[in-house]
């Protein structure tokens, strides 16, 4: 895995299976695994917010979750895909059989209608599930007790991702990985932009046209685009 550091940044070139594979190496260690699914929003505030700058650059494996990630990598002369976290997870849940998942976040209710519709899709074990909304120390116990192999946070960023890093020595799990808002998308209470639009990088417009909340966030994005040059 090649590792690129630029902007104040770190994101790696590494492709979903070799984070799967992680899973199963070095299990005997047992030190929980971060994933980090980075957006131009996330790179923006790391500036200001050094827990988030830190858990970026601690994590094991940051991937570039936004366009404005890739082209600010292609300004720097690296190339780099867009890989979401949705599709991350999914991968690795595709493939999990022989894995037991905790699903951590949205609001009460979303994660099992997620695991419903995904377990139509793939066979993979569930050992915990939690609403983004509980008491994050009993969530934590609830977890460390689960025995899970993989921790899915769908609790937003950077509430996911500093949850994660925070508490990787009383986790258990062998990966943790942030994936914003999987579960609604899982769940069919939010949509991911049709196929055209992604293939066009347009996902963030179309998450921001359905959600005004976003457009702070998109200010955010444009700003480290405008300034990571
Ligand atoms: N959420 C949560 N706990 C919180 C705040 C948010 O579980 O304290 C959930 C929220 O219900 C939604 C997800 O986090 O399901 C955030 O989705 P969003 O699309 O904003 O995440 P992003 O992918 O943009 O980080």
Request: include cysteine.
């Amino acid at each position: 895995m090649e590792s690129y550091f630029f902007c104040g940044i770190r994101v790696d070139k590494v492709d979903f299976a070799e984070i799967y594979n992680s899973i199963q190496a070095d299990a005997s260690l047992y030190a929980t695994k971060q994933v980090i699914t980075l957006n131009p929003e996330m790179a923006y505030e790391s500036r200001t917010n050094s827990a988030l700058k830190q858990a970026i650059h601690d994590a094991t494996f940051v991937i570039p979750d936004g366009i404005g990630i890739v082209a600010a990598a292609k300004r720097k002369g690296y190339t780099l895909e867009r890989q979401p976290g949705i599709e991350l997870a999914e991968y690795i849940l595709s493939k999990g059989e022989k894995l037991s998942f905790f699903f951590y976040g949205a609001t009460p209710g979303v994660a099992e209608r997620a695991i419903k519709n995904l377990k139509k899709r793939y066979t993979f074990n569930v050992v915990g599930i939690e609403n983004g909304y509980a008491k994050e120390e009993e969530t934590l116990e609830k977890i460390s007790k689960s025995g899970a192999d993989v921790l899915l946070v769908a609790t937003g960023s950077p509430k996911q991702d500093l949850f994660i890093y925070r508490n990787k020595p009383e986790l258990g799990v062998k990966l943790a990985l942030g994936i914003g808002g999987s579960f609604d998308v899982w769940a069919g209470v939010k949509k991911r932009a049709p196929k055209l639009m992604r293939d066009l990088h347009l996902e963030w417009l179309w998450r921001a046209g359905l959600d005004p909340k976003r457009w702070r966030r998109l200010m955010k994005a444009f700003q480290f685009n405008v300034t990571c040059r």
